[in-house]
């Protein structure tokens, strides 16, 4: 018996369950159905960047910056931070849109230099200029180790009295007069008042009530060697052009490329093994970008499984569906880690208080996806496997609908795809309705080209 269970130990578990204990919750139950951090958070790239176009989420990941770089007094151990700064590049045809990013950074009073063509030659001598025009530069930001960060949150979890039972499988969350009642597992029934559901992508099939606008999908990442000889200044990289990005580890980095995904029924049945087209092109990436880097060699090569909502945000709430206990935290896009130890900390707030008081949230409840509301996605820049340019399909939405959407990506350009969702993330409340309705009532061809005209406006 339990008072709250946790189900899932990736680092998003982890995390509230250290902040619960932290806060004194006592009689915490962690289910993991394999082992710590066996999931996907140890896939993460463990980027640590602000450079977010969701001002909230830019909060989020400021506090857990902090977080990460206190890491040793705040949760004891070591995450793994290197603060090697966090380098956004772009192009002329994307500046505007990563300019307002980082002018809302600058707003925040956040540290964020905006670097032009030649500061940024000089920041990282190693980069082919080719088609750049700046950069937004984080000296705060860096990356941490996805992995550590979790077994630290649990072994400083574990000293506050929290119980972890891995191998532990739960098959079905319970529920009796509206009320949590406990949980049944691949090792019996467990009784508990409150259960927090934080499986990331095995969150599906446990949800109690109306599924979660949540689809699977596949990507890709691989980790390649540093050519002996080859001085580098060691950072964070992103490049809005190629959809490159890198981090140093140690004698490795990790390469990653924007890159078409695969959906997915099952996020336990997929292709482990690295698509040739994508290697191919993170290659031609890498070494257009870093020529420096042309002979690294790959070292090793990792699938993983990301679950994304419409709006690319999670979903961090609780009671969910008129339950008194049950409480969500799920749908983190592939990008959790680096909001983690903030995102623990309100979700612990929400469990033990009612609401989360030291971060904010509210911006992350599932109701506003009732109805069958789908926000406009918003990636950002830097956001590594999520693809900037393919939005998360609607499966809410009339297949005609659906197909007439396919239809008008297929008219633009790459670069106008690229400049798509920056567009419609700035629509205001005064002219999404009249979109909306252009949209569903003109012809493809009337919109494409009303978008084109509209994004060379805005983006030339």
């Not at 500046?95 to 307002?100: D, L, Q």
């Not at 699977?216 to 060691?234: T, W």
């Not at 990008?335 to 009612?354: C, N, R, V, Y």
């Not at 506003?368 to 399909?393: C, E, M, N």
């Given at each position: 018996?339990?008072?709250?269970?946790?189900?899932?130990?990736?680092?998003?578990?982890?995390?509230?369950?250290?902040?619960?204990?932290?806060?004194?919750?006592?009689?915490?139950?962690?289910?993991?159905?394999?082992?710590?951090?066996?999931?996907?958070?140890?896939?993460?790239?463990?980027?640590?960047?602000?450079?977010?176009?969701?001002?909230?989420?830019?909060?989020?990941?400021?506090?857990?910056?902090?977080?990460?770089?206190?890491?040793?007094?705040?949760?004891?151990?070591?995450?793994?931070?290197?603060?090697?700064?966090?380098?956004?590049?772009?192009?002329?045809?994307?500046?505007?849109?990563?300019?307002?990013?980082?002018?809302?950074?600058?707003?925040?009073?956040?540290?964020?230099?905006?670097?032009?063509?030649?500061?940024?030659?000089?920041?990282?001598?190693?980069?082919?200029?080719?088609?750049?025009s700046g950069a937004s530069w984080e000296p705060a930001s860096g990356w941490a180790n996805p992995i550590a960060a979790t077994r630290a949150f649990i072994a400083a979890a574990q000293a506050q009295g929290v119980v972890v039972r891995e191998g532990v499988r739960v098959t079905q969350i319970l529920v009796d007069d509206r009320k949590i009642v406990g949980v049944e597992t691949s090792q019996g029934r467990i009784a508990a008042r409150v259960v927090l559901l934080a499986a990331g992508p095995w969150s599906l099939?446990?949800?109690?009530?109306?599924?979660?606008?949540?689809?699977?999908?596949?990507?890709?990442?691989?980790?390649?060697?540093?050519?002996?000889?080859?001085?580098?200044?060691?950072?964070?990289?992103?490049?809005?052009?190629?959809?490159?990005?890198?981090?140093?580890?140690?004698?490795?980095?990790?390469?990653?490329?924007?890159?078409?995904?695969?959906?997915?029924?099952?996020?336990?049945?997929?292709?482990?093994?690295?698509?040739?087209?994508?290697?191919?092109?993170?290659?031609?990436?890498?070494?257009?970008?870093?020529?420096?880097?042309?002979?690294?060699?790959?070292?090793?090569?990792?699938?993983?499984?990301?679950?994304?909502?419409?709006?690319?945000?999670?979903?961090?709430?609780?009671?969910?569906?008129?339950?008194?206990?049950?409480?969500?935290?799920?749908?983190?896009?592939?990008?959790?880690?680096?909001?983690?130890?903030?995102?623990?900390?309100?979700?612990?707030?929400?469990?033990?208080?009612?609401?989360?008081?030291?971060?904010?949230?509210?911006?992350?409840?599932?109701?506003?996806?009732?109805?069958?509301?789908?926000?406009?996605?918003?990636?950002?820049?830097?956001?590594?496997?999520?693809?900037?340019?393919?939005?998360?399909?609607?499966?809410?939405?009339?297949?005609?609908?659906?197909?007439?959407?396919?239809?008008?990506?297929?008219?633009?350009?790459?670069?106008?795809?690229?400049?798509?969702?920056?567009?419609?993330?700035?629509?205001?409340?005064?002219?999404?309705?009249?979109?909306?309705?252009?949209?569903?009532?003109?012809?493809?061809?009337?919109?494409?080209?009303?978008?084109?005209?509209?994004?060379?406006?805005?983006?030339?």
């Amino acid at each position: 018996m339990a008072d709250i269970i946790i189900i899932g130990g990736g680092v998003i578990g982890a995390s509230t369950a250290f902040q619960l204990a932290r806060r004194g919750a006592k009689d915490v139950l962690l289910l993991e159905a394999k082992t710590i951090c066996a999931g996907e958070t140890q896939k993460s790239g463990g980027f640590v960047q602000t450079l977010w176009p969701n001002i909230h989420e830019v909060r989020l990941i400021a506090k857990s910056r902090e977080m990460f770089r206190d890491w040793a007094n705040v949760v004891g151990g070591d995450c793994g931070w290197t603060q090697g700064g966090y380098l956004n590049v772009t192009g002329p045809q994307r500046e505007s849109a990563v300019r307002a990013v980082y002018q809302m950074l600058i707003d925040e009073g956040l540290p964020a230099e905006w670097l032009d063509a030649e500061q940024l030659a000089r920041l990282q001598p190693m980069l082919n200029m080719d088609g750049l025009s700046g950069a937004s530069w984080e000296p705060a930001s860096g990356w941490a180790n996805p992995i550590a960060a979790t077994r630290a949150f649990i072994a400083a979890a574990q000293a506050q009295g929290v119980v972890v039972r891995e191998g532990v499988r739960v098959t079905q969350i319970l529920v009796d007069d509206r009320k949590i009642v406990g949980v049944e597992t691949s090792q019996g029934r467990i009784a508990a008042r409150v259960v927090l559901l934080a499986a990331g992508p095995w969150s599906l099939p446990l949800h109690l009530g109306e599924p979660l606008p949540i689809v699977i999908e596949r990507g890709q990442v691989l980790y390649m060697n540093r050519p002996p000889g080859v001085a580098e200044r060691e950072l964070a990289f992103y490049d809005e052009i190629t959809g490159l990005y890198t981090h140093p580890i140690g004698d490795k980095r990790l390469v990653g490329i924007d890159y078409e995904l695969d959906r997915l029924a099952n996020p336990d049945e997929y292709a482990r093994s690295l698509d040739k087209a994508y290697v191919d092109s993170l290659k031609e990436k890498l070494a257009f970008r870093f020529p420096a880097l042309a002979g690294s060699e790959i070292v090793s090569e990792l699938a993983g499984v990301y679950d994304f909502t419409p709006d690319a945000q999670p979903i961090m709430d609780g009671p969910v569906g008129g339950i008194a206990g049950y409480y969500v935290a799920t749908g983190f896009n592939g990008t959790g880690f680096k909001s983690s130890p903030a995102t623990g900390l309100g979700m612990a707030e929400i469990i033990l208080d009612g609401a989360a008081t030291s971060v904010d949230l509210k911006h992350l409840t599932i109701e506003r996806f009732a109805g069958g509301a789908r926000p406009a996605p918003l990636y950002p820049p830097g956001a590594g496997p999520v693809p900037i340019a393919k939005p998360t399909p609607l499966p809410s939405l009339p297949p005609a609908l659906v197909e007439k959407l396919e239809a008008i990506r297929a008219m633009l350009t790459a670069a106008e795809r690229d400049q798509l969702l920056p567009y419609m993330a700035s629509l205001g409340a005064d002219r999404l309705p009249a979109f909306a309705s252009a949209l569903i009532t003109r012809p493809a061809e009337e919109v494409a080209a009303y978008l084109r005209t509209e994004l060379a406006a805005r983006f030339s």
